[in-house]
Every structure is written in C-alpha cells, then in structure tokens.
C-alpha cells in the first residue's frame, strides 16, 4: 500500500507549481535503546529521504527525540546519542516508529513498562495516534503500542521470545509469529532487534514506492525477510520449568527414532493432558510442536554444518523419509534443504 501525498500550490516565476508537502517522521527514542535497531532506522529511512530528495519527489523529514527533558541518551551499549530534538519542538507527526530497547528477560519486562519514560511514551504514541498515518514498532516497542491499546483487534508480531508474555498481558491483540513485519495499515509492528531493517524498509515502501525501497535496500546491503519462524529457538522458548527440562532431555536423546506424544508423556512420568497443560503454559505451545521444531533444528544445524547426505540428516532427525523433513522445513519457514547447502557451499 502506498500512500497519497499531498501538495500544496506555490507560485515561482508567475508559474503556479504543486509542491509537495514534508512527511514527518519521528523517531522516539528512549534510554536504553537498541544502538543497533535506532541506528538501522534513522540509516535506512535518511538514505530513503535523500532519494526522495533527489528525485523531486515528496520530502521525508526524519527527527529523533526524547519525550524527557534531556537532549542527550545512553544506549545499551553505552554510547551517547546527542541531537535528540526536544519534545516541544516535534509537530504532529505523520508516521512514529520506536525503536526497540534491551529489555531481554519477562521478569524485567512489567518493570520496564511501568517506567515513568515508558509511560510517557504510551501515553503520547495514544495522543498522537489518531492524526498520523502509521505507527510502527519493533522488538520490545510493540508492548507500549499494545499497552496504549492501538494493537487491540488486530494481529500483531513481536519479539519471538518474548511472545507467551505479550499473549498473556494482550489478549485481545491476534499474535502472529510467523510474519518478521505484521501490516495491519495503520499500525505496524516487527520481530526483535535487526528486525527493525525489515520494518523501515517497509515503512519506506509505503511511503516511497517501491523503487525508492529497492533503491534503499541496494544502498544498505539489506534486504526484507518475510518471516520470523526459523529464527525462535527452543531452548529460549520456554518458561524454565523442570518438567519441560526433563521432556526435552528425554526428547533430544531419543531424536533420532519416531515417537508419540504418548510415549514421552510415560517417559516423563505425566499424562498426555498433564504434559499438555505443562507445556502451553510454559511455551505456549503444544508437545508435538515442541517435538517438530527441536527436530527442525538439529536437521538445520546439521545441513549447515556437515557434508552429511540430506536423507541421512533426516534419519537422524527421525524421519523415515527426505519428504517429511523437506515438510517441516516448509511448516517452520525454514530456508529450502537446498538453499541451506547452497549457502553452506558458498560459505554465506
């Protein structure tokens, strides 16, 4: 979708012109931000505005600011980002993209948003929203657009391990963890940390074409990745819990063979039920998925690492067969068996 801009008539030499009007674009930034995910932003959406630019067309205005009083912020590497453009002097913006922050624990999350800064973030991102065109955010970001409310009844992604708490804490927001950018028009929200690229080459495409977003994309070395899946992994999945610890030992020294559910539920000492209610409240999920995608990711380690015959990687996996792997690969979003071994011999 790409959005109309409008212009505004202005005389030059007698002529009458249309003239584009300015896009305004803020970039919230908030202590503790990601340096990678502010700097990614502001990189791809000043190289899409110097194109713009260039080529006459609508102008992109790009400022980065605080809703604190202080112009300077330290990121979570430590650095210092100085220039932030005081709250006062930000007009209301046409497009609000907030970064994401180093908040990597649930545990610390509920403090995290409970900060007066976040808050003040929630409360202007609920002041500013029904006058701008879009509102996007990635990583953490996506639980203070949730938290103002802007994501109920609609889909939504966020980052993947943090994914059972925003379902816990938003459920009337539709999760989507498939999907590294969910598009709902209005409101916009991505996967963690890099996937902020994905996301402002998005924006960039709404708001520029896509010629301006290929153009962009060249520029960065970078390009969108449709989804998310194949990155989550196990082990972070999960709530610690000793149950599901000792299912997934039990699991991964029996990968190599086909079982059931049932049979790891005996194996573990519980009832397929019992097993069942551990695992969503731990993981959100269900035992055979768990099941699949610990499988999915030995083969995926395995062909990305060893020469080894794709049939005997799914062997050792415990499938009976290539065309079962070749499935579960397509389920979880995985790249193709052969793409793998092509960037395995590539050296990607």
């Known amino acids: 979708m790409t959005f109309t801009f409008s212009f505004a008539w202005v005389k030059k030499g007698g002529v009458s012109r249309m003239k584009p009007q300015v896009t305004r674009i803020a970039v919230v930034v908030m202590n503790n931000v990601l340096s990678s995910s502010l700097g990614i932003t502001l990189d791809i959406l000043n190289t899409a505005a110097d194109l713009m630019k260039a080529k006459g067309r609508a102008e992109l205005s790009v400022q980065a600011f605080s809703l604190g009083r202080a112009s300077q912020m330290r990121s979570s590497s430590g650095l210092q980002i100085s220039g932030l453009v005081p709250r006062n002097a930000v007009k209301q913006p046409d497009v609000v993209m907030l970064p994401g922050c180093n908040v990597s624990q649930p545990e610390k999350l509920l403090q995290w948003l409970h900060d007066p800064e976040v808050e003040a973030v929630r409360d202007w991102m609920r002041q500013v929203a029904p006058r701008a065109r879009m509102m ?28 059972r708490e925003f379902q816990r804490l938003y459920p009337k927001v539709a999760l989507n963890m498939t999907r590294m950018v969910v598009d709902e028009g209005k409101y916009l929200t991505a996967g963690a940390a890099l996937a902020q690229t994905d996301l402002a080459l998005h924006v960039v495409r709404r708001l520029c074409g896509p010629e301006v977003a290929r153009l962009t994309t060249s520029f960065m070395l970078a390009d969108e990745r449709p989804s998310q899946a194949h990155f989550a992994v196990s082990a972070f999945m999960a709530h610690p819990h000793p149950d599901i610890a000792r299912a997934k030992k039990w699991i991964l020294q029996n990968l190599s063979r086909p079982f059931t559910v049932e049979e790891l539920a005996k194996a573990v000492h519980m009832t397929p039920r019992t097993l069942a209610r551990r695992f969503a409240e731990a993981t959100g999920s269900t035992p055979y998925n768990f099941i699949q995608r610990i499988r999915v990711e030995r083969a995926h380690d395995l062909v990305k690492t060893t020469s080894h015959p794709l049939q005997h990687i799914a062997e050792a996996v415990g499938y009976q067969d290539l065309s079962a792997l070749r499935r579960v690969f397509k389920r979880f979003e995985y790249p193709s068996l052969s793409t793998v071994r092509r960037r395995k011999a590539a050296g990607d």
Request: aromatic share 10%; charged share 5%.
């Open 136 to 163: 996007a955010s990635g990583c953490v970001g996506t639980f203070v657009m949730a938290s103002a409310g802007l994501l109920d009844g609609r889909s939504a992604t966020t980052t993947w391990w943090l994914a």
